[in-house]
């Protein structure tokens, strides 16, 4: 039996499940036109520029891409302001916590997760037999200070998503410096900001400033949210040049594809996209807030581009119904709120079609009770 000869550890793991395919609606229930509303992907796609980029770079794809990632890497430490061995891209920020977890991790390691976060944190945990410590949200953002009552001798990692998915909330500058003052330097600070490009509270730490003081902190950022190539699998960690160097040790040879390559680079440089996908976000966030509250639905307020919301019934039985009407949302049990969901905002025509729909479900939902 597999069950003999595998890592006893990977049959405690999870395995993650993605926000639903349209194609795998539409095929299962015979619909058209479905849309999706479930994985934070930008409704206006990516960059005009970077699809420009990749089309001219499709006769180089019998060729190995740049392992190194020379001209992005080159690219993002004038934006950012940093040096190019500051910097490690991946698959993916998701293949960035992976190696993290192969650089850093010892079996019996202890790594702080606050609980609902980003479910990749304890899976690279898990995967290298680190144990996972738990810490509630307050009030629907990460509380700080019990994380830093959590950290222990035993504790490598604390992941810190900001803003946090799936509530879209922050912690502010004032709350991390006070947690990073108080923390084992030795102790390594994952502040991941997937959303970093949508948060507008000034509040809002810098994070790039801890790794310009040298602290034992990587930032995380991905080119799958705003800059719409979730298909492409491209991301990056900004950190001090010894902690990258640990991660290019277990780092796979041309682990980021071409096309992905240059694709970033042109999407880094189209700020007019950037910015309209900015407006679009703020104007569908106004226009669904102002419905939720109309409506009396409770919601989280988010620094993201997605919304929690409390539908007051069974999450499951609203995702189907809304499937069944052509819209895909996530259910807010695998967060541990069967009765919130999650939903990205979409654009206007998508927004209002989400609810009307939502409408409809909770009136024949509430019907029923």
């Known amino acids: 039996m597999i069950e003999d000869i595998a890592r006893k550890i990977i049959f405690d793991i999870k395995p993650y499940v993605p926000g639903k395919p349209i194609e795998e609606v539409e095929r299962e229930l015979g619909i058209k036109d479905v849309i999706k509303m479930a994985s934070n992907e930008n409704p206006f796609g990516p960059s005009p520029r970077a699809l420009e980029a990749m089309r001219e770079a499709l006769h180089k794809i019998s060729m190995y891409p740049d392992g190194n990632c020379f001209y992005l890497k080159d690219m993002l430490a004038e934006m950012l302001f940093v040096e190019p061995d500051n910097l490690v891209v991946g698959n993916g920020s998701d293949e960035i916590l992976k190696l993290l977890a192969e650089a850093f991790l010892d079996p019996g390691d202890e790594i702080v997760i606050a609980q ?83 948060v507008e509270d000034e509040d809002y730490p810098q994070s790039l400033d801890y790794v310009g003081e040298g602290q034992n902190v990587i930032v995380l950022r991905t080119f799958s949210k705003i800059y719409g190539l979730a ?19 277990v780092r796979e040879p041309f682990n980021v594809n071409l096309l992905a390559q240059v694709a970033a680079l042109a999407a880094v440089e189209d700020q007019e996209h950037l910015e309209k996908s900015i407006q679009g976000n703020r104007e569908g966030k106004d226009f669904l807030f102002s419905w939720f509250e109309k409506k009396g639905i409770n919601y989280v307020p988010t620094q993201a581009n997605f919304i929690f919301l409390q539908v007051g019934v069974d999450s499951q039985e609203v995702f189907q119904e809304m499937m069944k009407l052509g819209v895909i949302v996530r259910t807010g049990d695998i967060f541990g709120h069967p009765d919130f969901i999650r939903i990205t905002v979409g654009t206007m025509q998508e927004n209002r079609r989400f609810t009307e729909c939502l409408e409809k479900v909770l009136r024949n939902q509430k019907a029923k009770l």
Request: proline residues 6%; charged residues 25%; hydrophobic residues 35%.
């Open 116 to 198: 609902p976060s980003f479910s990749e944190y304890e899976f690279v945990g898990k995967i290298m037999g680190a144990n996972c410590v738990f810490v509630p949200l307050k009030d629907f953002t990460h509380d700080l200070e019990s994380m830093g009552r959590a950290v222990t001798e035993k504790t490598k990692i604390v992941f810190i998503c900001n803003p946090n998915n799936p509530t879209g909330t922050i912690v502010t500058k004032a709350e991390t410096d006070d947690f990073l003052k108080q923390l084992d330097p030795r102790v390594l600070v994952v502040f991941d900001e997937a959303y970093y490009e949508y």
């Open 231 to 249: 298909g492409q699998r491209i991301g990056y960690g900004i950190a001090k040049p010894d902690i990258i160097s640990a991660l290019h040790r």
